[in-house]
């Protein structure tokens, strides 16, 4: 049995997240009819994590495992040819048994993206927030280097509940400008529901006056999200990159 190593990429804008669910349509669903039909057999596919409704994905790694000997060349061109255009697969790799895309993982980046300008952008409307203020980027890193580290995010969370572990490490957040496009890189070991988007919803907050940089670590230490920003919308976000092996 090949236990496999699969990356792809896709836009989420169509689609209800990546899971599989009963009444609504999703990228794991779509992936794993294409793989069954390139296989001819059932096909199963264990994400490496869960992605809401409209966020996309630069760099999904999915593992399955399958008995046929398809070329791994003639595997990516077989798959993009049932995939419809908004979901590529790019890269296939042989793994050992015990490879699993979300439990042999060390870390994931995730990418924010705001538009901010008073005028939309009518060619990034579902990749990038809309934010028509000014942004403060120099206030906005000040603000970010307190998420930065290990703590505990249950303020940053939606649904968390008493029992649920919410300490993650935070590695490194950075945040540039291009333009009129602002990109903060968000990159931890792990991260809660809508954690990065309630993350940028705060910063948002910071920008604006609603939340001051002395008030962060007392929201954090509170364990309460009512004291948190917004959650950011999900249109704005994307899953980077995700680490196995790599150094972070």
Known sequence: ????????????????????????????????????????????????????????????????????????????????????????????????????????????EYMYRIHNSESKNPFTTDLELHYRRKLDIELLRAAATHFVGTHDFAAFCTNCTEMQNTIRTIYDITIEKQENTVILLVKGNGFLYNMVRILVGTLLYVNEGRIQLEDLEAIMASRNRVRAGITAQAHGLTLHRVFYDEIL
């Open 1 to 108: 049995m090949r236990n496999l190593k699969v990356t792809m990429a896709f836009r989420g804008t169509n689609y209800h997240g990546f899971q599989r669910q009963p009444n609504a349509l999703t990228v794991q669903e779509v992936v794993e009819t294409a793989l069954s039909k390139l296989l001819n057999e059932p096909v199963q596919i264990q994400g490496c994590s869960r992605t809401d409704t409209g966020v996309h994905a630069k760099e999904f790694v999915f593992s399955m495992q399958t008995e046929k000997c398809l070329p791994v060349r003639n595997f990516i061109r077989g798959a993009c040819g049932y995939l419809p255009a908004d979901i590529s697969i790019y890269r296939v790799e042989e793994m050992p048994a015990t490879f699993h895309a979300r439990f042999s993982s060390t870390g994931k």
